[in-house]
């Protein structure tokens, strides 16, 4: 039919499922962009005697039933294949959509990783964090994570702060760093609240940095800069 969904209609040709970053949009998951390859899931892996843009990328081996009338792998197959295909950057955000949106327990994708002994897929699993609440903010704890190993301090994402309120993370217990949503300061609203928890959080000593999606998506060695001096207290040239 003219409306069917060449994704589908591979894994159907291919006698496999839909998974990886190509089922993210059908269980809601983070992820930037649709991959220009379709990912399967699949029985036998890969099928011989083809390559090529258009041939699907294969994963090997399927644990959990189906999607019961869609071609379509079960969201913790997808969840493992992506862990295993993807590099860190896109699998941590997917994974913790994952977790938020599905319920998906870490202590139980940990074990089964445990048990199948990829030690390398369950580092990437071991920077999932739940807290997080949107593509951004998942992709910004990546980058805050390096820092905070660095310089060794603590990030505390969704953090309260006294007199501030909930904010997006909290490092070294002094820098405050906002993820502003794609609708940031669409109404006089929301300006005049960001900008009085700003002023709270100057007057109780704290610092803050505010950074919007499109920053940490194409300039994330600024970000990285500029956390990293406010942290050290060095001033920026």
């Not at 970053?21 to 990912?39: C, K, M, N, T």
């Not at 820098?175 to 005049?192: Q, T």
């Amino acid at each position: 039919m003219p409306d069917c969904r060449s994704d589908y209609l591979a894994a159907i040709m291919h006698n496999g499922v839909v998974s990886c970053a190509s089922a993210a949009r059908d269980y809601g998951l983070w992820i930037r962009s649709a991959p220009r390859q379709v990912h399967l899931g699949c029985p036998h892996g890969y099928l011989r005697g083809t390559s090529g843009p258009a041939t699907p990328l294969f994963h090997r081996g399927l644990r959990y039933p189906a999607h019961h009338t869609l071609p379509l792998a079960a969201v913790e197959d997808v969840v493992f294949h992506a862990l295993r295909c993807l590099p860190a950057n896109v699998a941590v955000p997917l994974v913790a959509s994952a977790v938020r949106v599905h319920g998906l327990r870490i202590e139980l994708l940990e074990e089964d990783l445990l048990a199948r002994k990829s030690g390398r897929v369950l580092t990437t699993l071991r920077l999932v964090d739940p807290r997080v609440e949107s593509l951004p903010e998942a992709e910004a704890l990546l980058l805050l994570l390096e820092i905070a190993r660095e310089l060794g301090v603590d990030v505390e994402p969704q953090a309260f702060v006294p007199g501030v309120g909930r904010v997006d993370f909290l490092i070294a217990g002094f820098l405050i760093i906002e993820i502003d949503g794609l609708a940031y300061h669409s109404d006089r609203a929301s300006a005049r609240r960001d900008r009085g928890r700003n002023n709270a959080a100057t007057l109780y000593g704290y610092r803050c940095l505010r950074y919007v999606p499109e920053t940490v998506w194409n300039e994330p060695e600024r970000i990285v800069a500029e956390i990293r001096a406010a942290l050290t207290g060095r001033v920026m040239r």
